[in-house]
């Protein structure tokens, strides 16, 4: 059963709120775990639903073409690359099962490399590959299929340097190719280029271009899992572009199509063309009416939307790192664009996650929604619309003082 972070009862939702039955509006910095990244009911987003609604509801793209499939293909290749193609599905779960299978298909190898702390899904192998919480795998172990995970670098909770933290990752990946799966046999490698779930990391540079570099040298597909990072939530419209660094596959779904359900694996041409026709396939994948929301998204994001989350993304850090000054319990501010995050430990560095449980309440006391992270659930990650406004922000940023402040009285920093 999926478990749910808030009780609330929402009949409506417009730009960055939230209404519930009783005519209550809540701030809501979740968006629907990072979906609704146009904003809730945006106009231009559902004036393109209804006027697809009218002309094609479904198609099947196993049986026939349709326009706003391809356009929204098109779009996409344009934004990411002329050398990539597109197959749309309908969760980030399943695009990343479809990227798995297209590398699994073509190398002709089956071994996954995966890292800890990750989550890219719910399904067997996407629950297999994810390595954030026991929970997630717990009675699904025997049928879950092998994946070898290595450590992603954490460089707010080490002693090493962000060198060294590099480093001592890239030691375990060369372990792994040593003692269980030799890189001859190693199909791809799977990435979050921001860690979601596992706490708002962002990849140190470093880290992704060896990544990139061995992938290139033993013959294995670099998969980018942009599932959360993606369609403009780090400032960009996906996080691969403030590295630099192109994978063989990008996953995306999440803010793609701002709530209605759709998903997409773009993969590098050379191996999509190897994908033979029917091993891979869908009834509902690319529906017409989530292609025309998709590309109603892609529009408002060529405006000035992302630079708009660049700004709004620095002003609200600086007043975290503000914050901060004043409750020490907050190891850390961090990540990128309107995908950030504060991280909770006491002194000595324990992981604070009853305090977290206590703040997020006090928030949504004050009509603030707020989602935890990080393994320990000691993180409080940010995930707003990202129409969000500083006005929002600061909205957000005293009622987040006092959930602190009260919290610390009366759980301590436990
Ligand atoms: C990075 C990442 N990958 C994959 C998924 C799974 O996406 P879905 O829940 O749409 O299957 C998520 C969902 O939170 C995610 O954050």
Redesign the pocket.
């Known amino acids: 059963m999926a478990k749910r972070a808030t009780k609330l009862g929402i009949v409506k939702g417009q730009g960055a709120y939230l209404t519930d039955e009783k005519g209550e509006k809540y701030l809501d910095f979740a968006a629907g ?2 979906v609704v990244n146009c904003g809730h009911n945006n106009p231009i987003v559902v004036e393109a639903i209804e006027k697809q609604l009218h002309d094609l509801v479904h198609g099947g793209h196993n049986v026939v073409y349709y326009p706003s499939y391809i356009e929204l293909a098109e779009k996409l290749v344009a934004r990411v690359g002329n050398d990539y193609k597109v197959y749309f599905s309908n ?6 099962e479809g990227a798995v299978k297209l590398a699994l298909s073509v190398t002709k190898r089956s071994g996954i490399i995966a890292f800890n702390s ?6 067997l192998l ?1 629950a297999a590959m994810t390595a954030s919480n026991a929970q997630y795998r717990k009675n699904y172990e025997g049928v879950l299929p092998p994946v070898y995970h290595v450590d992603f670098p954490d460089i707010y909770n080490t002693k090493l340097s962000e060198k060294e933290e590099v480093a001592r990752c890239l030691e375990q990946l060369e372990q792994v190719f040593h003692n269980i799966l030799a890189p001859s046999q190693t199909a791809c490698i799977v990435v ?1 280029p921001v860690q ?2 596992g706490g708002y990391l962002p990849a140190p540079k470093e880290f992704l271009v060896k990544l990139r570099e061995i992938c290139d040298r033993f013959g294995i597909l670099l998969i980018f ?5 993606g369609y403009g939530r780090t400032g960009n419209l996906f996080a691969k572009d403030h590295y630099g660094i192109q994978p063989d596959v990008l ?1 995306s ?2 803010g793609i199509a701002n709530g209605i359900p759709l ?1 997409a694996v773009i993969g590098k041409k050379e191996y999509m063309d190897k994908w033979e026709p029917g091993a891979h396939g869908g009834t509902f994948g690319g529906n017409p009416l989530a292609c025309a929301a998709g590309s109603a998204v892609l529009d408002i994001m060529d405006t000035d939307f992302l630079e708009h989350v660049k700004t709004v993304g620095a002003y609200f850090t600086v007043k975290l790192q503000k914050l901060q000054e004043k409750y020490p319990v907050i190891s850390s501010v961090r990540g990128l664009g309107l995908m950030i995050a504060i991280e909770f430990r006491k002194d000595g560095g324990k992981p604070a996650t009853a305090l977290v449980a206590k703040v997020r309440e006090k928030a949504l006391q004050q009509h603030l929604i707020l989602l935890n992270c990080g393994v320990f659930h000691n993180v409080i990650r940010f995930i707003p619309p990202l129409i969000i406004e500083k006005s929002d922000v600061d909205k957000a940023i005293a009622i987040l003082d006092t959930s602190i402040g009260s919290s610390l009285k009366e759980v301590g920093e436990s």
Do not use: I, L, M
């Not at 969760?91 to 990343?96: D, K, L, P, Y």
């Not at 899992?225 to 990072?229: A, C, G, H, T």
């Open positions: 775990v990072g969760s980030g779960a399943e695009a990343n990750s989550f890219h899904g719910r399904t996407t979050e979601g779930e899992d942009e599932v959360q990072s996953t779904a999440k998903s």
